[in-house]
């Protein structure tokens, strides 16, 4: 199943911040290459999904990039993640709690 929130990447030097604004559980995250820095927004939101699955917990809606405005230094780009790469190796009965 994809799942699709927007990210915002914010450039500092040599550093890129990723955070997701509907996410707030999910702390902002740093790297050097923004195709590595997106590789790891993929996973870090495909396990998300995953561990409120388990647990039963509402998550809530994505917001429309579109309708983002972007400050200084920043660019809003929707993150794609199949949330089914992240069930493997996780028990059924582990899954609800």
Known sequence: ????????????GDAITCRFPDLPEIEAFSG?????????????LGRYYVKKSQIKETIPDPSNARLMKAGEGETIEYVYTDIDKYWTGVKAKDTWI
Do not use: N, W
């Open 32 to 44: 050097t290459d923004k195709e590595e820095l997106a590789e790891r927004a993929k996973e870090i």
């Open 1 to 12: 199943m994809l799942k699709i929130y927007p990210a915002i990447y914010k450039q500092e």
